[in-house]
């Protein structure tokens, strides 16, 4: 370990340290807010300052097991945003039920250090670090509310499935350590390059490494069928918890499979490719007719994120075409952070209507906000139709760049692209129900007042203003996501 | 500063965004304010419009007024508008009926009137929008822009049975927008494709040049061409994609069926003229003949069924779906008269439908209800309605001299000059709108008055200043452009020339399986 190695991963370090601080700041001045959260914001500050000033010299440490390039740079700046806005919108609801937000913004920073060590990793078994340090937190932060039954059971659903598929895509990297002989994701690369090249068939052992691996990462991400822990554990968790949950596991799985599929297997893309077209289309339409049923939005926005799943690995698929790999790689990208600024949005309101204790997801809550809250009603409305996809909103231009990619690749992909429009308009029923409850219908009986606190008011706002800016000026993004893609190609 | 150097469209297209900002802050409680606020920012769009339409230069056939700015540059998408003669009285349609609209609404409205008129002046900036966008995005976006607060409208302030009509609404209009975006992303690629350079891979003028000179493929053509078609014949709305709109229109309220009718219905076939044809000239060739055939099926089919409606509304609704198949049909003959006709007919059906709708709801305001078998005798109550009536009605009808007449002169000329047998069909629709339109007005106006109108008593009034006010314009649009229909020919005449140019110097692309 040399100086050089200690200022590459200085930002990963940094996130280690405020985690430990938080820690030892509760010991020091017990179940205390604001040094919590002075704590966590400006910890959060320095590692994105760290992880930009790092990213500016793109190189590798530890004997190239860990590599700092754009992509990294891109994600670690990406998810600490993520983890402040789940910072601001979590307080409110943490102490209307009397969980303690220290020991919350640790774990918070424990799991950002996991998929930091995932969007900077060389290494497969780094890699699979990264992967578990950034699900365990998740595991604890489902369970958090330890005397709601049905947060413990999410959390033990989500534990033992995620487990489960660790496991899984463990064995699968057994097996390609095995048959190429490295752990390094550029060894692993040029060694399948010439089993890719050579005439000879993918052998029975990669093929099922191959199959494990896809399989281990479908659960993380939550593709169909391999989805199933998502709508208890999403509904289970508390609201702000969700939010998370859909957000960073599924964005930081998918940057793991940015290294493992993109930068590993990439050469054997042929014979992965179909699935990932498969997994796409089964996602995004089994995603969005489960989520038509549902009448609680809690439940419906966790069917909503595994159709947004299948949008995204759209991106992948496309990457396989020569015509677009950039393309489908930016699409991909650009996608992760549209989809992080609605889909929070989006969880941080039915938070907020959550407040107080007993209100339930139910789309009975959501009746008459129009008129009980209206700026909610219309933050919510605009996340909405962001998820939808309808301009000039951040979701419409991913939706439409995921499409181009699809376009641009043809065959396989190029179906898809049908498919996910026609699956995008089915959404917009269930989407625009919510709108339908908050401006056309009438609650019965009148509910509590709806308070929002001025975390959470932050939190909307900087959320809304992401929506609407990316949305109508995506330029300054795609030139971020660009350089992100060409990293990893190169 | 000179005014020819004022970015008039977009000042036209965002001065009623300004307007719905400025309400957004205004306090709930000044009901007054609000009004005032909304009617003076759709006002003063018109009165830009006014100064478009007397700067406008009919005899140049370019796109005039242009203002382009690079927006997203790593595709080539910009920030481009610019009208032609058809574009232009568009936009004066649209800004003209926003604030008929608008005004018609005072009365009416009386919950959430704040957000009725952010929505209202967003719908506008949508509609305009749309028919100045000279990049293909841009108008993509314009055309979804218009979608929510449509929404908003038919889901809040509607009728009994307005939260399906409004979903229904919504959903139709999806799936053909959405599919139109694939198409649209298709198209820059494969532009990009064939020029290397994404410069202008969704500007129009370059891409009409590019289909003029090389031409797209014909697969992409045929493709591309459905899905650009489909959506728009969902807007218009043609058979059988039509069923969305009777219940929209009937659910609606007035000042939204107002602007469904009059201008919403008008981007379906803008767009036909404006992208679908131009772009994809041989693919629009090949699905001709199974679009007359639609376009008859709805003239006579909306006929029909608009004879047995038993609701006010619902019978105009329909009588819309006969009038827009004369406006695909005039299109779709590749023929001037057809083409003159089916841009007169757009206008009309604007001011005709319009004004019968904005009646309608002076009407329902007194009494309530619309179900035609209720009213009777109105004539003796109110005579000044029965009079303004009676004059849209017979306008609808297609009485000459009053504008109605010549758009479907002018169709019915071109479509026997295509073929006679389609000219026949389309001439026997005429006695089909003589007996719905005479029905329902007898039944209405003429006889004893009904009970149900007695039992209203006083409330039965007669048409008050304020409400004549937001029928006179169109009324006199109507004569004017019944005596001079040269006026909208003279202006739109470049643009006709351009298409037709265009779509008649190719030929139909084979479809594999007509070979």
């Known amino acids: ?490 | 500063m000179n005014v020819a150097d004022l970015p008039l469209l977009s000042l036209i297209t965002f001065v009623p965004l300004i307007g719905a900002i400025v309400i957004a802050f205004l306090p709930r409680d000044q009901p007054g304010l609000i009004r005032a606020v909304a009617l003076a920012s759709a006002l003063i769009s018109f009165g830009l419009s006014l100064l478009l339409l007397i700067g406008f230069n009919p005899t140049n056939p370019a796109f005039q007024y242009q203002e382009v700015h690079d927006w997203i540059p790593a595709f080539g998408i910009q920030y481009k508008v610019g009208v032609d003669g058809l574009s232009t009285i568009l936009v004066v349609l649209t800004t003209t009926l926003s604030w008929i609209s608008i005004l018609a609404s005072f009365r009416p409205i009386k919950t959430s009137l704040k957000e009725y008129m952010i929505s209202f002046l967003i719908l506008e900036v949508g509609l305009v929008g749309v028919f100045i966008s000279l990049d293909l995005f841009l108008f993509y976006i314009f055309w979804e822009v218009e979608l929510v607060p449509m929404y908003l409208i038919i889901g809040i302030w509607g009728g009994a049975n307005r939260i399906y009509a409004t979903l229904k609404f919504v959903l139709y209009t999806l799936v053909g927008s959405l599919l139109m975006l694939v198409a649209i992303l298709a198209t820059a690629f494969t532009f990009q494709n064939a020029t290397g350079s994404w410069v202008g891979a969704f500007d129009f003028i370059t891409l009409r040049n590019f289909a003029v000179t090389s031409g797209f493929v014909g697969n992409l053509q045929l493709f591309a061409f459905l899905a650009f078609f489909l959506a728009f014949a969902i807007k218009v709305p043609m058979f059988p994609v039509h069923t969305w709109l009777p219940d929209a229109h009937t659910e609606a309220p007035t000042a939204g069926s107002v602007m469904l009718a009059a201008i919403l219905l008008k981007l379906g076939a803008y767009g036909m003229i404006r992208f679908a044809v131009p772009l994809f000239p041989g693919a629009a060739h090949t699905f001709a003949p199974i679009i007359i055939v639609l376009s008859l099926i709805g003239i006579v089919y909306g006929a029909i069924v608009a004879l047995v409606q038993p609701d006010w509304k619902r019978l105009i609704a329909y009588s819309s779906v006969t009038h827009m198949g004369f406006v695909t049909l005039g299109i779709f003959i590749f023929q001037e008269q057809g083409l003159q006709g089916a841009i007169v007919q757009m206008i009309n059906h604007g001011l005709i439908t319009g004004g019968l709708f904005l009646l309608v709801g002076v009407m329902y305001e007194r009494t309530h209800d619309r179900t035609i078998a209720k009213f009777g005798g109105l004539a003796g109550r109110t005579p000044v309605y029965t009079a303004a009536f009676g004059f849209f009605v017979f306008a609808s009808a297609g009485l000459p001299g009053l504008s109605g007449f010549v758009g479907e002169f002018l169709v019915l000329l071109g479509s026997f000059a295509f073929n006679p047998w389609v000219g026949a069909v389309t001439a026997s629709c005429m006695i089909w709108a003589a007996a719905y339109l005479l029905y329902m007005f007898q039944q209405i106006f003429t006889g004893q008055l009904s009970d149900f109108l007695r039992g209203l008593g006083d409330h039965l009034t007669d048409i008050s200043p304020i409400e004549m006010l937001t029928i006179l314009p169109l009324a006199a649009l109507i004569v004017a452009f019944g005596l001079f229909p040269g006026l909208i020919l003279h202006l739109v005449q470049g643009s006709v020339t351009t298409v037709l140019s265009e779509v008649q110097a190719v030929s139909a692309i084979h479809l594999f399986f007509w070979q």
């Open chain 1, 1 to 490: 370990m040399t100086w050089a190695d200690i200022s590459t991963i200085a930002p990963l370090a940094a996130a280690i340290i405020v985690a430990a601080v938080l820690i030892v700041t509760d010991i020091v001045l017990p179940g205390r807010r604001a040094p919590a959260l002075v704590v966590a914001f400006l910890g959060l500050a320095v590692v994105a300052g760290l992880a930009i000033a790092v990213g500016r010299t793109p190189g590798t440490a530890f004997d190239g097991a860990y590599r700092v390039d754009d992509l990294t740079t891109y994600l670690d700046v990406l998810f600490v945003a993520v983890i402040a806005l789940t910072l601001l919108f979590a307080p409110d609801y943490l102490a209307a039920r009397d969980l303690p937000l220290p020991e919350f913004a640790a774990v918070l920073l424990f799991a950002l250090s996991g998929v930091m060590l995932i969007s900077a990793s060389a290494d497969l078994l780094v890699l699979f670090l990264g992967l578990e340090l950034m699900v365990l937190p998740g595991y604890l932060l489902a369970g958090f509310a330890k005397r709601d039954a049905l947060s413990t059971e999410g959390a033990i659903k989500y534990f033992l499935l995620g487990s489960f598929s660790s496991a899984i895509f463990l064995f699968g990297l057994a097996f390609v350590w095995g048959l190429t002989g490295t752990t390094r994701i550029d060894g692993v690369a040029t060694a399948l390059k010439a089993i890719a090249a050579g005439s000879t068939p993918l052998s029975p052992g990669l093929a099922m490494g191959l199959a494990f691996l896809t399989t281990g990462v479908a659960f993380k991400i939550a593709a169909v069928p391999f989805h199933y822990w998502t709508p208890d554990a999403y509904q289970g968790s508390p609201t702000p918890v969700t939010g998370y949950l859909s957000v960073v596991p599924k964005v930081g799985a998918f940057a793991l499979i940015l290294r493992l599929f993109v930068g590993a297997l990439g050469p054997l893309s042929a014979d992965w490719n179909i699935v990932i077209v498969l997994l796409a289309a089964a996602t995004m339409t089994l995603g969005n007719l489960v989520a038509l049923t549902q009448d609680s939005v809690k439940r419906m926005l966790a069917y909503s994120s595994i159709a947004h799943t299948g949008y995204m690995l759209i991106g992948l698929a496309a990457w396989s075409s020569p015509n677009s790999q950039i393309a489908g790689l930016e699409g991909l990208l650009f996608y992760g952070a549209a989809y992080a600024a609605m889909n929070l949005g989006a969880f941080a309101v039915v938070a907020a209507i959550q407040r107080r204790t007993g209100i339930s997801s139910q789309l009975e809550s959501f009746a008459g906000l129009g008129r009980r809250a209206p700026l909610l009603a219309a933050l919510m409305t605009l996340f909405l139709l962001s998820l939808t996809g309808i301009p000039p909103t951040v979701g419409f231009f991913a939706k439409a760049y995921i499409i181009l990619a699809a376009v641009q690749a043809g065959g396989p992909a190029g179906i898809l692209a049908v498919i996910a429009v026609l699956n995008a308009a089915a959404a917009a029923f269930y989407y625009l129900r919510v709108v339908v409850y908050m401006f056309m219908r009438e609650p019965k009986g009148e509910p509590a007042p709806i308070v929002i606190g001025r975390l959470m008011r932050t939190g909307l706002l900087v959320s809304a203003v992401l929506t609407v800016v990316l949305g109508l000026a995506p330029g300054l993004l795609l030139t971020l996501v660009g350089n992100a893609a060409r990293a990893l190609t190169l």
